[in-house]
């Protein structure tokens, strides 16, 4: 405490204003990975507990919050806790429930423009949306195995029923997401192509999934964004989960 006595007075003034700014203790950023129940805790705070009015949601521009959305949209808090075979399929698929919840929270919470019609925070809506896909793929798989699991007769028809809505209902979701590419002009163009990009590897492993799945609608989408797109690398990006779903239609 002597040194400060030697601090000019408008030094010592920034110093304790500094101090002053620390994060929620609803962050747990003790931590490496978040567990589902961490990344709840921050996305209940961050819908309900910032003052919308006055404080921004924890974006990259922010050195104080920087490192929170980093943790919200790293997907390796999905493979430490959902994809981990040594855990029971029960257990990973009401975790995965909650990641998912949580990711389509928080995706519409950073859905928000500003008075240009630009998105407040383009780049972490990009990468949300990266988890959102990845989480809601992860999810719908466990799901997926457990109903196998837990038939008497996996190759019961309704047992295929039941799988069969499950990847057509995530196919569609994909395809919701897929959509959002028409906001072009609303995103910045790193956060457009860091969007694209990640939709492509997410289609990549999709595909792998569910490779005999109906992509007819998806492939639409995709001839239609063609006709609303500029950006020549999110062309190539759609382009190329076109030839993907369906070699012979490009």
């Not at 295929?160 to 609303?186: D, P, T, V």
Request: some cysteine.
């Amino acid at each position: 405490m002597i040194i400060l006595r030697f601090i000019p007075f408008l030094s010592l003034l920034i110093l304790l204003t500094n101090c002053g700014e620390k994060l929620t203790d609803r962050y747990h950023m003790d931590k490496a990975l978040w567990e589902a129940e961490d990344y709840e805790a921050a996305v209940k705070y961050i819908r309900f507990g910032l003052n919308s009015l006055e404080e921004d949601l924890p974006n990259y521009a922010d050195p104080l919050t920087a490192p929170v959305i980093a943790k919200l949209v790293n997907t390796e808090n999905i493979n430490a806790f959902l994809e981990d075979d040594a855990l029971g399929l029960q257990f990973r698929q009401e975790k995965g429930e909650k990641y998912f919840r949580q990711a389509q929270a928080l995706w519409e919470k950073y859905n928000v423009r500003n008075s240009q019609d630009k998105f407040v925070y383009p780049l972490e809506l990009a990468k949300i949306t990266n988890f959102l896909l990845y989480a809601q793929r992860v999810y719908f798989a466990n799901g997926n195995q457990l109903i196998k699991k837990e038939a008497v007769n996996p190759d019961d028809a309704t047992v295929r029923k039941y799988i069969q809505q499950n990847e057509s209902a995530l196919i569609s979701n994909y395809e919701n997401m897929l959509e959002f590419l028409r906001h072009e002009e609303a995103f910045s163009q790193e956060a457009f192509k860091t969007l694209a990009f990640s939709m492509e590897q997410n289609y990549q492993q999709l595909k792998q999934d569910i490779p005999n799945g109906n992509y007819t609608r998806t492939i639409a989408i995709i001839d239609g964004l063609h006709k609303k797109i500029n950006s020549k690398e999110v062309l190539e990006a759609i382009q190329n989960i076109k030839a993907n779903l369906n070699p012979k239609a490009v």
